[in-house]
């Protein structure tokens, strides 16, 4: 998969921990906020009828639970290697939305990270991050 360029965002899963109360375990059933995991817009036929990424002008290639992608920040280049444990973003509710870090930017919402995969490559009160999948 050819790397590609947008922003990321967090949500929580599984149990509790760290800013989040206990939910449930994401569409895979694997979902935990304490893991190095990610929500992928095209985890499934069923997952990318929701998200729509293409609508955005997003070609993301399916990948399904437990591929793993390397997240870097455009913003302090961290890097963090995520697992896919749930479906979202729901990139199509986000079309045009950009962040940047002074002149890097991503377009479109890509990815979800879970709390502990996010803050390792930013900080949580950020809420938004431009990055790369690869």
């Not at 109360?21 to 992928?40: D, E, F, V």
């Not at 963090?80 to 991503?106: H, M, N, Y």
């Amino acid at each position: 998969m050819a790397p590609s360029t947008g922003s990321t965002t967090w949500f929580c899963c599984g149990a509790a921990w760290g800013p989040c109360g206990s939910t449930g375990k994401g569409a895979c059933g694997t979902c935990n906020s304490a893991s190095l995991q990610c929500a992928w817009p095209n985890a499934s036929a069923a997952c990318f009828d929701i998200t729509r990424p293409d609508k955005c002008g997003k070609t993301l290639t399916r990948r399904t639970c437990g591929h793993q992608f390397t997240i870097t920040s455009l913003c302090n280049n961290k890097a963090v290697r995520v697992k896919i444990a749930d479906c979202g973003p729901q990139t199509d509710l986000w079309c045009g939305e950009k962040t940047c870090c002074g002149s890097k930017c991503g377009t479109n919402r890509i990815m979800d990270l879970t709390p502990a995969a996010y803050s390792a490559i930013g900080s949580l009160s950020g809420g938004r991050l431009p990055c790369t999948v690869a």
